[in-house]
């Protein structure tokens, strides 16, 4: 079974700039989540999506932040324009549904650096 | 503001000893508890969950849980050099299923 699928896996933007970021979650998976991890902190969900809707993104900054999940399968997160401090890893995860036992299954991560 | 909070570490073992590793949640909702290794430069990985009080052994882990002190912890006995990594607790309540997140303990096995 192919696992969630991330691309790029690393971007260097200077601030102010735009970028996009994609996620191909497991086959099969309803729920997804973007996950932003700065160095040395755990991951912190941003969104939820269940199939192409929005759970929760009431983290997620959404005056530079955005993200869309069409035909409830792929989804993009963007951010612009980026600041310094959006350097991070943003970790996609995906789950078949919002059973309680379920696992989160990550992707490789993107890694963003602002400079 | 749900909180889940790790001893910061670093924590240093030596190959073969008992590597001890603690978590406390703010939210007595909780329901399920998880804990994630994340090798440098990777993505977290799933090594243990846990739902009911008690303990749960699997191989070298055994997770820990007291709902009443809101307290979980992992165990990882004969610890390997290749267990060095950061491990994560995440903490699963509440019903859209989200995990929280603490902030890691970094744990290093000295061979």
């Known amino acids: 079974e192919a696992g969630v699928a991330q691309s790029p896996r690393y971007k260097i933007i200077e601030k102010r700039q735009s970028v996009a970021f994609w996620c191909n979650p497991i086959?099969?998976?309803?729920?997804l989540y973007w996950y932003q991890q700065i160095l040395g902190q755990g991951p912190k969900l941003l969104i939820q999506f269940q199939n192409n809707g929005v759970v929760d993104d009431s983290q997620l900054p959404k005056d530079r932040f955005s993200a869309e999940r069409l035909k409830g399968v792929d989804s993009t997160l963007k951010i612009q324009p980026a600041k310094l401090e959006d350097s991070a890893v943003y970790l996609c995860?995906?789950?078949?549904?919002?059973?309680?036992?379920?696992?989160?299954?990550f992707g490789p991560g993107t890694r963003l650096t602002v400079l | 503001q749900k909180e889940v909070e790790q001893n910061s570490g670093p924590l240093s073992v030596p190959e073969g000893a008992i590597a001890s590793l603690n978590c406390t949640y703010s939210d007595r909702v909780s329901q399920s508890f998880f804990w994630y290794r994340q090798y440098s430069g990777k993505s977290p990985e799933l090594i243990m969950s846990?739902?009911?009080?008690g303990d749960k052994e699997d191989g070298r882990f055994t997770a820990q849980l007291n709902k009443a002190s809101q307290y979980v912890s992992l165990l990882i006995r004969d610890s390997q050099p290749s267990d060095s990594a950061t491990y994560l607790c995440?903490?699963?309540?509440?019903?859209?299923?989200?995990?929280?997140f603490g902030s890691g303990t970094q744990l290093t096995v000295l061979p």
């Open positions: 995440a903490v699963n309540g509440g019903s859209a299923r989200q995990l929280t």
């Open positions: 995860a995906s789950r078949t549904g919002t059973g309680r036992w379920e696992e989160q299954f």
């Open positions: 846990i739902y009911s009080n």
């Open positions: 086959s099969g998976h309803a729920t």
